[in-house]
């Protein structure tokens, strides 16, 4: 951390004409409170974060009922959560996660930004200490009304991700409305279904219910049945580009500045004559 001293002679220095290159890393701008700072004087930048509402706002609904656990797909539900969070795509969006047995809990505390590598740390902590609700119940309606209470009020790309064994028989109605009102918000919803030996996967007719539920939500393309150690692979566009990343020269209005020496009496700039001008 520079001192006030420190940053007064920078100031100086590039005052009298010196260059100051700035190289920021994970906990600069924005993430080094150089906000309203003397500091932040010196740089041809502001701190603030951005004000941009777009981008992609992503909930993981785990299943960590007994169910899971009993019939072993406990740790690839766990680990295709942390191996979805790793998607390059996803390095912009902000994610969390929802676990769920017979209640909801917020595994990260909110939402995290994927961008920065020590929230990945933190997430993949988070994930792998999951351990089993106790309670018998696998209620997935639990789950989804925690993903929209986290994603009500967001903007841009919208996603809740459920992974679960299928095991949703006894909450099979209360879910298809949980997910129906996530739909109303304009979230995309897939399901991955791990492989299991889970009696309440199924009806009698042996129809999966994770299946139905996705066909009742017209999103049959987003329901995935994998097998135990194979990881879903969704396939997630890049989200919406935000105003400042534009760069479409149609819509860009370009105009002329003339160059002139800031410090002419500066050894570089001494006896130079600029003529020049900039787009």
Known sequence: TLSEVQVKEIKKYVTDGGGLVVVGGERAFNYGSYLNSSFEEILPVLSKPSE?????????????SPSARDHGTEADILGNAIYILQNK?????????????????????????????????????????????????????????????????????????IISDGGIKESYEE????????????????????????????????NYYAEDLMKELGLE?????????????????????????NTDEENMTLSNYSLYAYSPDHFITKNVNLTSSIT
């Open 221 to 245: 393309n987003n329901y995935m049945h994998i097998n135990m150690t194979e990881r879903a692979d969704i396939r997630f566009g890049s989200s919406e580009e935000s105003p400042e990343e």
């Open 89 to 161: 795509n996803l390095k912009d969006a902000n994610a969390a996660a929802i676990a769920f047995g017979s209640k909801d809990y917020d595994v990260f505390g909110g939402f995290l930004f994927l961008g920065l590598p020590q929230n990945q740390g933190i997430i993949k902590d988070k994930i792998s200490r999951l351990t089993t609700d106790e309670q018998s119940k696998t209620s997935l309606d639990q789950g989804l009304a925690g993903a929209k209470q986290m994603l009500e009020g967001k903007d841009g790309e919208l996603d809740a991700i």
């Open 52 to 64: 941009y509402k777009g981008g992609r706002d992503l909930v993981l609904v785990l299943d960590i």
């Open 175 to 206: 879910s298809l409305q949980a997910a129906k009102e996530l739909q109303k918000l304009g979230v995309n919803i897939y399901f991955i279904h791990i492989r299991s030996t889970a009696p309440s996967q199924t009806d009698q007719s042996k």
